[in-house]
């Protein structure tokens, strides 16, 4: 599996921005995806953006309902990185934001970072 190393989050407050970024330990494949899902206490992790690169450098992105028209998912193919930015926060958007990336070994995950909103 491809190891994922997280940054960002922390305490904001509503209203206000969040910028997560993620990196890949290595590269598996030319083609695959990268993004975010959060989970809210115990609910059912719920996917927020992701960025899906073919033979190329350019991806196609993808967001959920929670997030969209908020969010912008933003990524660097040589790098193997991912930065997530979710804009006019609300403490609804309070979780733990999980790395995923989909490749040929298969979904591997990150540690997942804690973000809280303050209202």
């Known amino acids: 599996q491809v190891q994922l190393v997280e940054s960002g989050g922390g305490l904001v407050q509503a209203g206000g921005s969040l910028r997560l970024s993620c990196a890949a330990s290595?590269?598996?494949?030319?083609?695959?995806?990268m993004g975010w899902f959060r989970q809210v206490g115990r609910k059912q992790r719920e996917f927020v953006a992701s960025i899906i690169w073919g033979d190329g450098a350019t991806g196609a992105t993808y967001y959920g309902d929670s997030v969209k028209g908020r969010a912008t998912i933003s990524g660097d193919y040589a790098k193997d990185t991912v930065d997530l930015q979710v804009n006019n926060l609300t403490p609804e958007d309070t979780g733990v934001y999980y790395c995923?990336?989909?490749?040929?070994?298969?979904?591997?995950w990150g540690q997942g970072t804690q973000v809280t909103v303050s209202s």
């Open positions: 290595r590269r598996t494949s030319s083609r695959f995806d």
């Open positions: 995923f990336t989909d490749r040929e070994t298969g979904r591997s």
